[in-house]
């Protein structure tokens, strides 16, 4: 591992292992992308996967939310998808569109195309270059977080071939050819647990895994093919990290839609709950804390578009109903296009006076 300044704010860690915090940190999901003009520029410029497998580019578009706004975490710019490339899929990110995969996963026998043992190091060498990159150029200010689609969420867009309401073709196979899906879901866990792993050893100082389509699966389809592939990373990251004498980081599970399985993932090696908006606040912070899980969450994105002193006191409601010992503020999903970034740091502002009046006051 290389040698990095050491960190200047480290509210975010502390606040993932339910450590005494001076004030809640907080980050958005997608907080680097198209709300923000100065990544418009660097996107007229360059296609969206040259700028995730640029390391200067991608360092460069890590690092310009925190140039506007007081934000107690960077995230590492790239996207979930880069995994099904490198298991050799092709995906185009089409604008105003998204992600277009030209082939998707038509059928089961499809599996045999995707390249079942990828050397994780080059195929995404450019992801652990950007991160090493970034942590120099963060200088410590704030700790880095590396990411990864987790299983169920990119099958859906292997085999959907895109963004889809339903992902019905996704949820067909897990019914018709289950044994072939959890192949599929064995083949990205692995993966994803050598990709987490490499992630931190390049510098990620935490890591949240995207299950963004856990919703649409039922309880008990969640169950069988989301849970045990979430939990197995969980367990596999922390130990090899162990086995190669790395510090522990917080692992972050972001279940969106998940409301069912709040229990269940409280009960994984992850450390930290995300909850998406629709979630109940004090239920989750009443099975987490058993746990000693933090929390993570979660004001709905779209608070962001009412005027500056609704999000005040929205932000305010949110910080007093998590409380300030092992919450990270953020939005309870990513940050939408046309969201105005002055929006968000009136909530970045929010979190950060609200928590410390809070604790100032206890
Ligand atoms: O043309 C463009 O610039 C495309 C916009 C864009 C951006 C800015 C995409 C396409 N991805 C990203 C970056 C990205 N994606 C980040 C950057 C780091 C940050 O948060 O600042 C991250 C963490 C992601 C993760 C991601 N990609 C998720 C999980 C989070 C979530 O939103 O649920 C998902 C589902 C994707 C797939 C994807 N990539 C891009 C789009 C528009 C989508 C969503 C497609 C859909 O709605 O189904």
């Known amino acids: 591992m290389c040698d990095f300044a050491p960190l200047k704010n480290d509210l975010f860690i502390r606040a993932a292992f339910c450590e005494k915090v001076e004030r809640t940190p907080v980050w958005a999901m997608r907080q680097a992308g198209r709300y923000l003009k100065e990544f418009q520029e660097v996107r007229a ?71 079942q043992t990828p050397d994780v190091d080059k195929e995404l060498g450019y992801v652990f270059d950007a991160i090493k990159l970034t942590r120099q150029k963060l200088d410590g200010k704030v700790p880095l977080i590396g990411f990864s689609g987790a299983p169920w969420t990119l099958m859906a867009y292997m085999v959907d071939g895109g963004s889809s309401a339903t992902f019905s073709k996704a949820r067909s196979w897990l019914f018709r050819s289950p044994n072939e899906s959890k192949a599929l879901l064995d083949l990205l866990t692995d993966t994803i647990i050598k990709y987490l792993v490499n992630q931190v050893r390049a510098g990620a100082q935490a890591l949240q895994v995207f299950e963004s389509h856990a919703g649409i699966l039922g309880s008990s389809t969640f169950a069988q093919f989301s849970l045990p592939y979430l939990a197995k990373i969980a367990t596999q990251v922390k130990k090899q990290l162990s086995d190669l004498g790395i510090q522990r980081v917080p692992l972050i599970i972001f279940a969106k839609g998940a409301h069912y399985a709040i229990q269940e993932l409280s009960a994984t090696d992850y450390d930290v709950i995300s909850l998406d908006w629709t979630m109940d606040v004090k239920r989750a ?24 002193d609704e999000i005040c006191s929205a932000t305010k409601k949110m910080v007093q109903d998590f409380g300030v010992t092992g919450h990270i503020a953020n939005l309870g999903h990513g940050m939408y296009p046309d969201l105005d970034p002055e929006h968000l740091k009136a909530f970045v502002n929010s979190v950060h006076s609200a928590s410390e009046e809070l604790i100032n006051s206890a």
């Open 285 to 308: 912070r009443e099975i987490c804390a058993k746990k000693s899980k933090a929390l993570q969450g979660n004001l709905d994105p779209a608070m962001l578009y009412a005027g500056v």
């Open 45 to 115: 410029k360059h296609d969206f996967f040259t700028v995730c497998r640029t390391p200067e580019l991608a360092c460069e578009v890590t690092l310009q939310p925190l140039r506007r706004m007081e934000l107690d975490a960077a995230i590492i710019f790239s996207d979930i998808l880069v995994i099904p490339q490198a298991l050799g899929m092709e995906v185009q990110m089409v604008p105003g569109k998204g992600p277009v995969f030209p082939k998707p996963l038509a059928n089961p026998g499809d599996l045999k195309t995707l390249n």
